[in-house]
């Protein structure tokens, strides 16, 4: 049976050529197309989608609130198609939060073109979209800031996080229980370069922990975490007793820059068993090979479970080939990294 899409986009061109794309894949239909919520409100009554597209800016009523009505009053499967803006990461980041499964960047220049570009990229997210069940989180509360004298201490642990799709809400979900003297946390995120810095303040603002996008040549320290920038890798070096953070924008690793792979790796040779992995929710495999190794130098390896998981194949492939000592649900996750 076809995968029923709705699409709610303010612009007849997107919606357009979304269709086309759309309709011509083998086991998708497009069901219906709505310039505004309020149109597309009654199309969901009348079409049972399997999933939306979602863009934010609309007429009538913004995309986020009708994001936020429609979790709360029909929860459904959303995909967002967003600017690759400050603004479009901003909003972004909050509707992932409201509970979309995952986003798409619009093209910047020759919209048709680009989104040809992006087929294979938004029909695979309308395909795991619309297997899943949405499932808002919300992080507790932030613990006071980390006092000044703990800002410049020298972390001996490493916990590095790794995530891909759903992976921005389980981060968040994990680094909000925390406490303020957490060992240093390096994260690799599958995410535009236009959306890391944004993300790392968002976790900042929601956590105990001093959270900021990781610079070449960062000492990791205690209550200290470093998101990868969506163009680089991030990878720990140990400099003398420190641990401090690259960046180096070599070739992306399975079809990723950041790679969770090439951070994991590294924490891998560098920490060995001072470190504790974590691999979170996404799709695809990147991740699975670097926990394997991280267990074979000593140390600790978390994989989220199948059913917190949005998406269970990179945990799922690391459960599978040996990597992961504990499976766990999300919501357990900081107490067993604090209880380490």
Known sequence: MAIKVLIIDDSSLMRRLLT????????F????????????????????PDVLTLDVEMPRMDGLTF??????????PVVMVSSLTERGADVTLEALA???????????????????GLGEELLAKL?????TRPRALVATPAAPKPPHELLRTTTDRVIAIGASTGGTEAIAEV???????????VIAQHIPPEFSRRFAERLHGISALTVREARDGDPILLGHAYVAPGSHHLRVVRH????VCALGDDAPVNRHRPSVDVLFESVATHAGANATGVLLTGMGADGAA?????????????????????????PGEAVKRGGAVDVLPLEAIAARLSSR
């Open 290 to 314: 670097g926990l394997v190794e991280m267990r074979a130098r000593g140390a600790a390896t978390i994989a989220q479970d199948r059913e917190t998981s949005v998406v269970w194949g990179m």
């Open 67 to 76: 994001l936020r009505n429609l979790m709360r009053l029909r929860p459904m």
């Open 127 to 131: 395909q795991i979209a619309s297997r």
């Open 240 to 243: 003398g007793a420190r641990y």
């Open 20 to 27: 086309e794309l759309i309709d011509r894949a083998p086991g």
């Open 98 to 116: 409201l509970g979309a499964i995952d986003y798409v960047a619009k093209p910047k220049l020759d919209l048709a073109r680009g989104l040809a």
């Open 29 to 48: 239909q497009v069901v219906g197309t709505a310039a505004d919520p309020l149109i597309a409100r009654d199309l969901i009554k009348s079409t049972s």
């Open 175 to 185: 680094l909000s229980r925390l406490p303020a003297d957490s060992p240093g946390i």
